[in-house]
């Protein structure tokens, strides 16, 4: 209970409207590691964080492009084991990574995520043109001149780029925290 009346207490001085933007984010770290201190589950580290998060991606990935084949040949049973496959592992996943407090970000842990988050901007954007460079390349393979993209199409495209954002991400930001000792040997 002495947790919960402390964290009531920042909340409050939280709330105060005298309260500069750098101190309302250092009171909100505060929160976080209070928050962290309270929760009774047992601890995940940064890098195990991400590499949930690089697997959560590949899995969204994977049923994303399942999707995207099985709209474009129009027939979903030639896709439906691979999609319930990967529900499947994203339901574990998910499952696991609740069961895990998740511990707070240090001050290289944010540095090195907003290093990865940049890279994986450029990536995506590679990503993409190199996405429509099959796209015409299949057209023009087919002798179609034009392409038809419904709605499902561009909500399961939506869904790849974010799998791909979180896989390019979290890759990003376990090849930027590798240690040195890894490189040695």
């Known amino acids: 209970m002495r947790d919960n009346d402390k964290i009531r207490q920042l909340y409050k001085e939280y709330q105060r409207r005298d309260v500069t933007r750098a101190e309302r984010q250092e009171m ?3 929160i976080a590691r209070e928050r962290y201190k309270s929760d009774p589950r047992k601890p995940i580290s940064v890098k195990g964080q991400a590499l949930v998060n690089l697997l959560l991606g590949v899995v969204m990935t994977v049923i994303a492009v399942s999707a995207l084949i099985s709209r474009s040949i129009g027939n979903i049973k030639q896709q439906t084991p691979t999609v319930l496959a990967a529900a499947a592992v994203y339901v574990v996943l ?3 990574s609740c069961r895990y ?3 707070p970000e240090d001050e290289l842990a944010k540095e090195l995520m907003l290093k990865a988050t940049a890279y994986s901007a450029e990536g995506l954007i590679i990503f993409t043109m190199v996405f429509g460079m099959i796209v015409h390349m299949a057209c023009n393979r087919a002798h179609k001149a034009n392409v038809c993209i419904t709605g499902e199409m561009v909500m399961w495209y939506g869904y790849l780029m ?3 954002y979180y ?3 979290n ?3 376990l090849w930027l925290d ?3 000792e890894a490189e040695e040997e």
């Open 28 to 30: 909100l770290e505060k």
């Open 94 to 96: 998910m499952v696991i």
């Open 167 to 169: 896989v390019l991400r």
């Open 171 to 173: 890759a990003f930001y």
């Open 178 to 180: 590798r240690t040195p």
């Open 101 to 103: 407090k998740k511990e």
């Open 162 to 164: 974010i799998g791909a």
